[in-house]
């Protein structure tokens, strides 16, 4: 694996990131054949205190094995509030470092967490003869004062890639009514509840030049629960969600994979404009609207997510 810089990995396809258990080897293992862009191993919420230690060497073993399909690889470390952040970061990098694309930080609240995580590794990359920079960041929002803080969180270092939403300690923080992740409030019947938060996590990830990212829907048995809830996501613009299941996996690669159709129009869409500005027109007709370069912006925002996505039409119409 060629380990990509934090710049490089903001535009890296992330349509799916797959959850795995630190502490399933059985897991660890079928996530080396797993068809999604990014494959995170988990040392927070999915491993209970007394197996957090056994898990980082778990990670580390399964980093280092043979026969991962080509996509990104992070390990989602626990939060700073806890006692296992820097021993997770450094026995992962020492273990694996040469083997890993980014760190996770779970619930984070200010940019001062992101700082003491890059500072850590700026020490680690120099100790280990890694590349500098060579292992990104990503930032979990899951509370209210992290919504209030985002800026702060989403500038704190060149390290920072992605910006991820933790709907479920959002929604428990927030006091919603629900025990879905993902889904509505119970009661809530006049429009997305999530919506505010997913513009707010959208809007300073674009800002800052980050990718942003949509968290997992839990529901395993409500495949169009699945579809709908990323298909929202997608439609706002988010780069991708996470799966917990290999099972999700085709889904959501398919949902935020821009369909031919749509790649077709887009290059219909530049085609027309290229040849209004050859004629030195500003603005054109085009399938009965008029058309510019605002136009020619989304246009190319399509077939740029379609090239991440690696379909054959994007290679062979993206410019």
Known sequence: MQTTTAAQGRSAARRTVLAVPGNSSRMLAKARDSAADEVFCDLEDAVPPSEKEGARAGIVAALNSGGWRPGRRAVRVN??????????????????????????????????????????????????????????????????????????????????????????????????RTLTTGEQPVGYTLGDAHHHVMMTVLVAA?????????????????????????????????????????????????????????????????????????????????????????SAAMARSVLARAAAAGTDIARQTFS
């Open 206 to 294: 674009r800002a800052h030049g980050l990718a942003a990212v949509d968290g997992p829907y839990l529901a395993l048995e409500n495949p169009d629960g699945l579809r709908r809830i990323a298909s929202a996501a997608a439609a706002l613009g988010f780069d991708g969600k996470w799966v917990i299941h290999p099972g999700q996996i085709d889904t959501v690669n398919e949902v935020f994979t821009p369909p031919a159709d749509a790649v077709a129009a887009a290059r219909s869409l530049l085609d027309a404009y290229g040849t209004a500005t050859a004629d030195a027109r500003g603005a054109a007709r085009h399938g009965g609207e008029m058309i510019d370069e605002a």
């Open 79 to 176: 939060g700073w509030s806890g006692p296992w952040t820097h021993e997770d970061i450094i026995t992962v990098v020492t273990g694996a470092g040469a083997h890993l694309d980014s760190v996770i930080l779970p619930k984070v609240r200010s940019g001062a967490e992101v700082v003491a995580a890059a500072l850590l590794l700026d020490q680690l990359e120099m100790r280990c003869d890694l590349a500098p920079r060579s292992i990104a960041l990503q930032a979990q929002i899951e509370d209210a004062v992290a919504l209030t803080r985002i800026d702060e969180i989403a500038s704190a270092s060149p390290r920072l890639e992605a910006l991820v939403i933790g709907p479920a300690d959002m929604a428990a923080d927030l006091g919603m």
